[in-house]
């Protein structure tokens, strides 16, 4: 490719500032008004076709920002095997994008080769363990570099677990070497729907493991009179979100934060002002 | 309990299949709602999720059949053609066939056809990238080796036919098209051509001894061969001219000399 070198040599760590979540309809408002924005962030899977539009577009993306690449559908907490056709594109993908992080969830969303689109639970076991572990490290190795692995919003808990979720990450990081991807959105969300502490959880959290902390608008579902939290990645981040994210800074130092919105998708503008948002408060720690 | 490769069958099962769950259940913390209510929202994700991405991968059928009756097929199709991969641009290959076969969509006998459209413009958008190919490569063939000489067609190149006037069907629902007109399906079908010479997908109503010609050559003809075929059906077919036109559209993108 024509690009490919100025791609070799553009700066790829993701910086401790606020960057956005990238989707196709801002590629060209992103490239002619480059937004003060730190870095950006794309699902892996929009982006392993043979060619075409998107890669076009992420690889011009690529010389204004940093990148990350973020994962939805390896199915890491799956029990059928390693898609390595998916690890081979995914492996192409990291080469041509040379992203500063790359990053997927502690769930699975595939059984029998059927995709479920959704990122389900697993229940936070010692076998589960092991075998998380097991496949994290064979895509570390495969990949030839760390991931980082996200707490998934849940919607219900299994009887099974020893764990609770955030001894399970730190269980899991400890063990495979994985960093961990925060998302205070999804931290929320969970604790909602399942009666933790927020505050324990980012406390309990191996704060050293942290690489990137995530932000999200979710939606709350009345059934039966009971409310439910979902994660909908469709409006702005709430304030209990945004308080949680204090937290976690003085907590853990200043760190990538992404603002993610996926769904119902704003005006690029109210995306930055989100980062911005965040961007004080990153700064704020540091004074 | 259920081990981890139980449990994901039968969530999974629950999922797509309504399949009945009960050992499921009992492995759910119940906490203030029953086990059934608390998978439902991974059912509820899942459909939405994938009929959202059907919808992107076929935005015209859907506004062909409006949301309520898409919503339905959709459901329909999920349930028989559950996705193999994460990968939603890459969902919905089965779509076509499966509305061929769909009785509610009966009364739009060009609704599958569409579809296919739809499912060849996606696989051109994500193609691989290939440059075209210029002429004074082709003057540099020997002339006792024209006769062997084959051109290679862009990857994203796709033909397809259809009995029905598709493509004025599918221009006519494009996004920002505000024309409004009744197509007579009585018009006659069309032979399309589906390529992406650099980032954005064209879709081209040939003429029969145009799209004759094309298939021809993409399907490994020689010139010779395909040109001496194409006269059969339009003597006055000017050979040069097609050539130059589509090698300059970026259509060809190699060639190679048969060997016999």
Sequence with gaps: MASALSISTAQASIPATAGIGLRSRHYREILATKPSVGWLEVHSENYLGKGGAPLHWLEQLRMEYPISLHGVSLSLGSTDTLDWGYLDRLKALIERVNPGLVSEHLSWNSSGGRFLNDLAPVPYTDATLSHLVSRINAVQAFLGRRILIENPSSYLEFKQSTYCEYEFLNALARHSGCGILLDLNNVYVSSRNHGWNALDYIQGIAGDCVEELHLAGHTLNQINGRSLWIDTHNRPVCDDVWALLKHALALFGPKPVLIEWDSELPQLAVLTAEAEKASALIGGWHE | ?260
């Design chain 2, 1 to 260: 309990m259920n081990n981890l490769h139980a449990l994901q069958q039968q969530f999974t099962a629950y999922v797509f299949d309504h399949a009945d769950a009960e050992a499921l259940f009992a492995d759910i913390t119940p906490n203030g709602f029953s086990a059934q209510q608390r998978l439902n929202v991974y059912r509820n994700n899942t459909r939405l999720g994938l009929t959202e991405a059907l919808k992107a991968n076929f935005p015209v059928v859907e506004k062909l059949v409006g949301e309520a009756f898409f919503k339905g097929l959709a459901a329909a199709f999920i349930q028989k053609y559950p996705p193999a991969t994460g990968c939603l641009q890459e969902y919905g290959r089965d779509f076509a066939h499966f509305i061929a076969n769909f009785p509610p969509a009966r009364p739009l006998p060009y609704l599958a056809d569409v579809a296919r459209l739809e499912w060849l413009w996606q696989e051109a958008y994500h193609e691989a990238d290939q440059g075209k190919m210029m002429l004074n490569r082709l003057t540099a063939i020997p002339q006792t080796r024209h006769a062997d000489l084959c051109l290679c067609s862009h990857p994203s190149v796709r033909l397809l036919v259809s009995s029905y006037p598709i493509h004025r069907i599918w221009m006519l629902n494009q996004d920002g098209s505000d024309h409004c007109e009744t197509i007579d399906l009585g018009l006659g079908g069309d032979k399309l051509l589906v390529f992406r010479p650099e980032q954005d997908v064209e879709v081209d109503a040939l003429t029969d001894s145009d799209f004759l010609w094309l298939s021809l050559l993409h399907s490994g003809h020689t010139l010779v061969s395909a040109a001496e075929q194409v006269y059969q059906l339009d003597p006055y077919f000017d050979v040069s001219a097609h050539l130059l036109y589509w090698l300059e559209a970026g259509l060809f993108t190699d060639f190679y000399l048969r060997h016999d």
